[in-house]
T-cell receptor
Framework: EDKVVQSPLSLVVHEGDTVTLNCSYEVTNFRSLLWYKQEKKAPTFLFMLTSSGIEKKSGRLSSILDKKELFSILNITATQTGDSAIYLCAVGGGATNKLIFGTGTLLAVQP | GAVVSQHPSWVICKSGTSVKIECRSLDFQATTMFWYRQFPKQSLMLMATSNEGSKATYEQGVEKDKFLINHASLTLSTLTVTSAHPEDSSFYIC???????????FGSGTRLTVV
């Protein structure tokens, strides 16, 4: 069965801290891994990763994929209270190339 | 960029009634649309995959007679929650897969409350 697992489930940090969120997967016919940030409504796209070892960066956020070990990490440096959200990892693949979501990581950044 | 318009944003309905949620791809053709539901503080759970012109594929445990999906055109997919009950109250969201099969565009979501 295809599955995507994120850790930790929740995390509380202080402003300025650096956090690393983990995503591991077992998905047949892997095509892409995507990270999203969700606050109150629909998820907001962060990154799409298809190749191993190539870091994608956007401001204080970065992500990398390891297709051999079947995992990805999302790093957030110098966290701010506005980073508080649920971070979702999703993998596109499976028999019908569907998008399978992980459990999510709830990040709370305290002032 | 690609945009998926989802309506309504929120809806309150009485138990026993049906509610239709629409997702339209505004500037591209969405041959495949995914429908998810999300309970508070939980992740998105895939309900079904719809392909234009064919029957939807439902995930295990999802009642196809209760959650009717129609994908009659390349730009419109609908989810109808039939005979809604309070336990159907949830956040429903659609996502269209891009033509190259790698990217996904989400609608803005519909918050359904059944009273």
């Amino acid at each position: 069965e295809d599955k995507v697992v994120q850790s930790p489930l929740s995390l509380v940090v202080h402003e300025g801290d650096t956090v690393t969120l983990n995503c591991s997967y077992e998905v047949t016919n892997f095509r892409s891994l995507l990270w999203y940030k969700q606050e109150k409504k629909a998820p907001t796209f962060l990154f799409m990763l298809t190749s191993s070892g190539i870091e994608k960066k956007s401001g204080r956020l970065s992500s990398i994929l390891d297709k051999k070990e079947l995992f990805s990490i999302l790093n957030i440096t110098a966290t701010q209270t506005g980073d508080s959200a649920i971070y979702l990892c999703a993998v596109g693949g499976g028999a019908t190339n569907k998008l399978i979501f992980g459990t999510g990581t709830l990040l709370a950044v305290q002032p | 960029g690609a945009v998926v318009s989802q309506h309504p944003s929120w809806v309150i309905c009485k138990s026993g009634t049906s509610v239709k949620i629409e997702c339209r791809s505004l500037d591209f053709q969405a041959t495949t649309m995914f429908w998810y539901r999300q309970f508070p503080k939980q992740s998105l759970m895939l309900m079904a995959t719809s392909n234009e012109g064919s029957k939807a594929t439902y995930e295990q445990g999802v009642e196809k007679d209760k959650f009717l999906i129609n994908h009659a055109s390349l730009t419109l997919s609908t989810l109808t929650v039939t005979s809604a009950h309070p336990e159907d109250s949830s956040f429903y969201i659609c996502s269209a897969r891009s033509a190259d099969g790698y990217g996904y565009t989400f609608g803005s979501g519909t918050r359904l409350t059944v009273v």
